[in-house]
């Protein structure tokens, strides 16, 4: 699948933390967790795609949503997790989001 075609990201909060996941074939899914660090910044702490689904541009759209949903909140990212950090790398015009 090329990251043109686009899956559904569902985004759940709670109190503490938050997630992206995106519902795979076979009751699998894909997921991108943050945990909130006082008001003004999600540390992006796991991201995570079956490795039927990997290469598929997943894991890249749930960054971009992540990405996307902080820019609204106006919320920064600390980037723990690897993948979210490399993604970063890939995509400098984002870097402004980066705490």
């Known amino acids: 699948m090329s990251e043109a075609e686009q ?7 709670q109190e ?5 996941v ?3 074939d076979g009751g699998a899914e ?10 003004g910044k999600w540390i ?6 079956p490795d039927a689904y990997s290469g598929r541009g997943i894991a890249s759209q749930l960054a971009r949503a992540l990405v996307r949903e902080a820019r ?5 990212i600390v980037p723990l997790c690897p993948y979210v ?12 989001l980066i705490a």
């Open 30 to 39: 894909a997921e991108l967790t943050y945990s909130r660090a006082g008001t």
């Open 44 to 49: 992006a702490d796991h991201t995570g795609v």
């Open 7 to 13: 899956h559904q990201v569902r985004h759940e909060q």
């Open 22 to 24: 995106i519902d795979l």
């Open 72 to 76: 609204a909140a106006g919320v920064k």
């Open 16 to 20: 503490t933390r938050g997630r992206f």
């Open 85 to 96: 950090a490399a993604w970063f790398r890939k995509h400098p015009d984002e870097a402004d």
